[in-house]
C-alpha cells in the first residue's frame, strides 16, 4: 500500500485505472479554467492503489496527520457520467462518506479545509443518492 505524501492541497486518491480518458476528463472538470473558485487538490495516481475501498484508504492516512479528508475517483466516479467523487472523512468521523460533483468540489475542499463549514453543512445537503451538487438557491 502506497502512502499519500505531505504535499500542498487535499487528496485525490484514484483507485480505479480501467478508464485513463475518464480520469483525464475528471482532472479537467475539476481544473476548470472558466470557474470563479478552484480546489486545491493533490492528485494520487498510484495503480498500487487499484481496486482499495474506502477503509484502505483511510489507513493511507495516520490519525493526526494534516489531512482532514480526502477525495476518491472510484469505479462509480469513473463511470458515472456525472463523474461524482467519494468525499471521505479522516478527522472526526473517520470514514464516513458523501459524494460531490467535480463542479462543487471546490467548495467542499475550499470550506472543510479552513474550517469555514463543518462535514454536516455539505453531507446534509446531498441529494437522494448521497451526492453534493451545490446549496439550494
Same mark, same amino acid.
Given at each position: 500500500?502506497?502512502?499519500?505524501?505531505?504535499?500542498?492541497? #487535499?487528496?485525490?486518491?484514484?483507485?480505479?485505472?480501467?478508464?485513463?480518458?475518464?480520469?483525464?476528463?475528471?482532472?479537467?472538470?475539476?481544473?476548470?479554467?472558466? #470557474?470563479? +473558485?478552484?480546489?486545491?487538490? @493533490?492528485?494520487?495516481?498510484?495503480?498500487?492503489?487499484?481496486? +482499495?475501498?474506502?477503509?484502505?484508504?483511510?489507513?493511507?492516512?495516520?490519525?493526526?496527520?494534516?489531512?482532514?479528508?480526502?477525495?476518491?475517483?472510484? #469505479?462509480?466516479?469513473?463511470?458515472?457520467?456525472?463523474?461524482?467523487?467519494?468525499?471521505?472523512?479522516?478527522?472526526?468521523? @473517520?470514514? @464516513?462518506?458523501?459524494?460531490?460533483?467535480?463542479?462543487?468540489?471546490?467548495?467542499?475542499?475550499?470550506?472543510?479545509?479552513?474550517?469555514?463549514?463543518?462535514?454536516?453543512?455539505?453531507?446534509?445537503?446531498?441529494?437522494?443518492?448521497?451526492?453534493? @451538487?451545490?446549496?439550494?438557491?
Amino acid at each position: 500500500m502506497s502512502e499519500a505524501s505531505p504535499e500542498d492541497g #487535499a487528496p485525490l486518491v484514484r483507485t480505479d485505472f480501467s478508464n485513463e480518458n475518464a480520469w483525464q476528463s475528471l482532472k479537467s472538470a475539476i481544473a476548470d479554467p472558466d #470557474a470563479d +473558485f478552484h480546489a486545491l487538490v @493533490r492528485y494520487v495516481s498510484d495503480p498500487v492503489n487499484a481496486g +482499495f475501498d474506502v477503509s484502505q484508504v483511510v489507513a493511507m492516512f495516520p490519525k493526526g496527520s494534516n489531512d482532514i479528508f480526502v477525495f476518491i475517483a472510484d #469505479a462509480k466516479t469513473m463511470s458515472d457520467p456525472e463523474m461524482p467523487i467519494l468525499v471521505v472523512d479522516l478527522f472526526d468521523e @473517520r470514514g @464516513r462518506s458523501f459524494r460531490v460533483i467535480p463542479s462543487e468540489l471546490w467548495s467542499v475542499e475550499n470550506n472543510l479545509s479552513i474550517a469555514n463549514m463543518d462535514w454536516e453543512d455539505f453531507s446534509e445537503n446531498t441529494d437522494e443518492h448521497g451526492v453534493y @451538487r451545490g446549496f439550494p438557491e
